[in-house]
């Protein structure tokens, strides 16, 4: 899946991305005009047709994200400490004053209360609230540009998550034939049908999307995705909603539960972000891609990399040969991440070690027991070692000589 803007709108580009991958166009409703956006589905099918590539579009709509307005100087350097205003006024930003497109905005904060901009990567804490300013200190800074997006992690938005703008895309999504509309910021199966039914009422049905990108949407995530059509993992917005750190073992349950329901998923947000200035992605980012497919997530998706990137092309053709090579090498992969199947039922079962069966079945009996330590009486560390390859949810503790 790939993001359409500045760097991938010409039909030379567009051509490219076609052939070198691109399954799914997907076109962000939060930036741009209708007319753009119009003119964007027209070249999509034109160049699609020429090259007999089947080449599906995706109407993103713009939900309640917050967003930074405009800044009259680009890009905005914070640097830590400095003070700045957050305002709800219709202004341009300057530098000590930066508008947000979010009305209630000093209903939401409180002293105390830290701010998100641009994925996390910018963090405020709020210092004082008078009137419609927020009176913030930046705690980390960096560079700011028009219209990134604001996150308000664990405090009331009083917005709905679909509105009535979005409603409005969502009829022009559907006169122009777009093939899903994605839900952003969901929080209950509610805004997915609230899509679908005024869809419906519009005479044809609608393939929607349901993004998760909110906290909200990993406790109601069972309904969610029972009343969507797909899901997106976005999680730009949910590392900074949840603690990062638990971002890889969220995305992994999702995944599971999605797969186990027969429903598309589709991983998204930084997946190859260096790629935006770079022409190779990190090894890092090429894990994360592979990983995902391993994972079993149907699809992956670049937003920057081909929106606003330098290199929209490679980075379509790196994405595609990650995934190549990792469904290539899923089966063999998942085969050796299992190890008690693998010794049980796979290759390694003709070729037990008495070492083998001991530690696979003191990890299965710790397991079963809900013991919090396996002591390993060993003259070496080798005994420990066994024990840990299997992953025992208590404490290994290695010990020699004689055990009193």
């Keep these: 899946v790939c993001t359409i803007g500045p760097a991938s709108r010409s039909e030379a580009v567009l051509e490219q991305l076609i052939l070198k991958g691109m399954n799914v166009a997907r076109l962000n409703f939060a930036h741009g005009t209708v007319q753009g956006h119009r003119e964007d589905i027209r070249r999509i099918r034109a160049v699609a047709a020429r090259t007999e590539r089947s080449c599906l579009i995706m109407a993103d709509l713009p939900g309640p994200k917050i967003r930074v ?10 640097e830590k400490g400095n003070k700045i205003i957050l305002t709800a006024q219709n202004s341009v930003g300057s530098e000590g004053q930066i508008p947000v497109e979010y009305k209630r905005l000093a209903e939401s904060v409180n002293p105390g209360s830290l701010i998100f901009l641009n994925d996390g990567f910018i963090q405020l804490q709020v210092e004082k609230v008078s009137g419609d300013k927020v009176f913030c200190r930046t705690v980390i800074g960096g560079p700011l540009l028009s219209y990134k997006g604001l996150n308000l992690p664990g405090v009331k938005i009083f917005v709905d998550a679909v509105s009535a703008t979005d409603l409005e895309f969502v009829a022009f999504a559907l006169q122009e034939g777009v093939d899903a509309v994605g839900v952003s910021f969901a929080e209950t199966a509610d805004d997915i049908r ?11 049905p609608a393939y929607v999307v349901a993004k998760i990108e909110r906290a ?13 059509d797909a899901i997106m993992i976005a999680r730009g917005d949910l590392g900074v909603q949840i603690p990062i750190e638990n971002v890889p073992a969220v995305q992994k349950k999702l995944i599971n539960k999605a797969n186990l329901l027969g429903r598309p998923v ?3 947000t930084q997946m190859l972000l260096s790629m935006t200035e770079n022409i190779r992605p990190t090894r890092a980012e090429v894990s994360d891609v592979a990983n995902a497919i391993l994972d079993g997530t149907d699809a992956v998706m670049l937003s920057e990399e081909t929106a606003i990137g330098r290199h929209p092309v490679e980075g379509v053709e790196m994405l595609a040969k990650i995934a190549t090579s990792a469904e290539r090498e899923r089966k063999a992969v998942q085969a050796l991440a299992d190890l008690p199947s693998y010794f049980r039922t796979g290759a390694g079962s003709g070729n037990f070690r008495v070492e083998d069966i001991f530690s696979l079945n003191t990890v299965e009996s710790a397991n079963a027991l809900n013991v919090r330590y396996i002591l390993a009486h060993t003259q070496s560390k080798d005994a420990a070692c066994f024990i840990s390859r299997f992953k025992p949810d208590c404490w290994i503790l290695s010990c020699g000589g004689d055990v009193k």
Aim: charged share 25%.
């Design 69 to 78: 307005g405009k800044l009259i100087k680009e890009p905005l350097l914070l």
């Design 194 to 204: 609230k899509v679908k039914a005024f869809a419906q009422k519009n005479g044809q």
């Design 216 to 228: 909200e949407a990993i406790v109601n995530f069972d309904e969610i995705v029972t009343a969507a």
């Design 266 to 268: 589709i991983t998204a």
